[in-house]
């Protein structure tokens, strides 16, 4: 099994369509056996599907997403666990022991806002972005 984190300075980031970079771990008989940081190369939402399912990834876990992104995952027959927060490793030690906490219901909003707004600049789990 393949999990992907989005990540960023080794939490969970906050924003699927603006992360830029994902770690990547191997699953193998529960533990994991190997993990990489990779680059998005500039790929934004819908896109980021494709760059996952290219790397034969079964689950992503992050923080918020928006419901085209979703769509798209859904369509790759990735696994979602949205509105987690905190270390990436963490994060995937919970998920493969069963444990981790996610927001099955989680959105992102942010292209609802005037102006400019970059998830990166502060924490989106106090907004919109998270838990709803």
């Known amino acids: 099994m393949n999990i992907a984190v989005t990540y960023e300075k080794g939490q969970v980031f906050q924003h699927f369509g603006h992360t830029e970079q994902f770690k990547v771990y191997h699953i193998e008989e529960g533990k994991i056996v190997s993990s990489e940081v990779v680059d998005t190369n500039g790929s934004g939402h819908g896109a980021l599907a494709g760059f996952l399912l290219e790397r034969d990834i079964d689950v992503l876990i992050c923080g918020g997403i928006g419901d085209g992104?979703?769509?798209?995952?859904?369509q790759a027959g990735i696994q979602l666990f949205g509105g987690v927060q905190g270390d990436a490793d963490k994060a995937v030690e919970s998920f493969v022991q069963g444990?981790?906490?996610y927001n099955p219901d989680v959105r992102c909003d942010h292209h609802h806002h005037e102006?400019?707004?970059?998830?990166?600049?502060?924490?989106?789990g106090n907004h919109t972005c998270g838990n709803h």
């Open 99 to 101: 444990s981790l906490a």
């Open 69 to 74: 992104a979703q769509m798209a995952l859904a």
């Open 115 to 124: 102006g400019d707004h970059n998830c990166g600049e502060h924490s989106c």
